[in-house]
């Protein structure tokens, strides 16, 4: 059972820089997708930005000022977080999928078995 761990987040002012990790429990980074979600309070699940076959993809809300990347070690994923805004607020997970039909569907968190237990992110005016 692959096992992940985020860790970094906390509390920071507008325009404040915050940035996540997720560390596997072993080798998942492999082949298919991999991304960062968040959730705030009475809202769905969203996806902020993935890594599918090596390409990035980043929610519109976000492009520009967060930055998704892996370590060459393919075992931890990084999520770098600038010019931070309080509507970033939210608990932040790190997911993995291992079926290649995530490719088709990365930003569905339904596409993804492996989850991460969550780092808050909260982000003040």
């Known amino acids: 059972q692959v096992q992940l761990v985020e860790s970094g987040g906390g509390s920071v002012q507008a325009g404040g820089s915050l940035r996540l990790s997720c560390a596997a429990s072993?080798?998942?980074?492999?082949?298919?997708?991999m991304g960062w979600f968040r959730q705030a309070p009475g809202k769905e699940r969203e996806v902020v930005a993935t890594i599918v076959i090596g390409g990035t993809n980043y929610a519109d809300s976000v492009k520009g000022r967060f930055t998704i990347s892996q370590d060459n070690d393919r075992n931890t994923m990084n999520l770098q977080m600038n010019s931070l805004k309080p509507e970033d607020t939210a608990m932040y997970y790190c997911?993995?999928?291992?079926?290649?039909?995530?490719?088709?569907?990365?930003?569905?968190?339904?596409?993804?078995?492996?989850w991460g237990q969550g780092t808050q992110v909260t982000v003040s005016s």
């Open positions: 072993e080798y998942t980074y492999s082949r298919y997708c």
């Open positions: 997911a993995a999928a291992s079926d290649w039909r995530c490719t088709g569907r990365w930003w569905f968190p339904s596409s993804y078995e492996y």
